[in-house]
């Protein structure tokens, strides 16, 4: 079966903390993706990596930062969150971002923004 | 940019009964339609997808039709059981290959 991983699976912190999120993947997918799913929402794009190249940055802020070490990890790095980043962030991964290819999600880290 | 509209917002229904979700897009160049299921605090999971080359796609209770000229496209369930309640987002990825979601469907399906 199909792999995602993520961790945590839940995290708190304060808007002056820094953190990050991992994801993880090992079907050998060569396109990442990072959105963001608030409650009862639909989850919303944020980051595209594509042989570990950021190639689609929908308009994010600067306080989530993207890194893709190599092509089965993606990392996001969180610093100076609002109380409004508080959401479930979902990592995806698909063979690759140009074919139609479906795209397989993780768990989700639980991030609450105190 | 693609927007995708989805309804109903929700859907409730007897078990064994059918239902159908229905989605509009507006970017005539997207060509891949998947459907995911996401059960309360789990992962949005795929379960069926067609490509616009395609008008039908079935998988054993599951099918997706798709009208590109209408540029709509549904989900039928069949002989719905309990396990089938969640929402399910339907969603269209356009010629930026980038993956726009409907709002989402909530369905209940009573024992």
């Known amino acids: 079966d199909t792999e995602v991983t993520q961790t945590p699976k839940h995290l708190v912190m304060g808007m002056t903390n820094k953190k990050s999120l991992k994801c993880e993947q090992h079907?050998?997918?060569?396109?990442m993706y990072w959105y963001k799913q608030k409650a009862k929402k639909p989850p919303e794009l944020m980051f595209v990596?594509?042989?570990?190249?950021?190639?689609i940055n929908e308009s994010v802020p600067s306080r989530f930062s993207p890194e893709c070490p190599n092509s089965s990890l993606l990392n996001l790095h969180l610093h100076a969150l609002q109380p409004e980043d508080s959401a479930l962030y979902l990592c995806a991964s698909s063979q690759d971002s140009v074919g139609n290819q479906p795209q397989h999600f993780g768990d989700g880290t639980r991030l609450s923004i105190l | 940019g693609e927007n995708v509209e989805q309804h109903p917002s929700t859907l409730s229904v007897q078990e064994g009964d059918s239902a159908v979700i229905k989605c509009t897009y507006s970017d005539s160049a997207s060509n891949y339609f998947p459907w995911y299921k996401q059960e309360l605090g789990k992962r949005p999971q795929l379960i069926i997808d067609?490509?616009?080359?395609?008008g039908e796609k079935k998988d054993q209770r599951i099918a997706v039709t798709l009208n590109k000229t209408a540029k709509h496209f549904s989900l039928h369930i069949t002989e719905t059981q309990p396990e089938d309640s969640a929402v399910y987002f339907c969603?269209?990825?356009?010629?930026?290959?980038?993956?726009?979601f409907g709002g989402g469907t909530r369905l209940m399906v009573k024992p």
């Open positions: 067609i490509r616009s080359n395609v």
């Open positions: 990596y594509s042989y570990e190249k950021l190639s």
């Open positions: 079907m050998g997918h060569r396109a």
């Open positions: 969603a269209a990825r356009n010629a930026g290959n980038m993956l726009t």
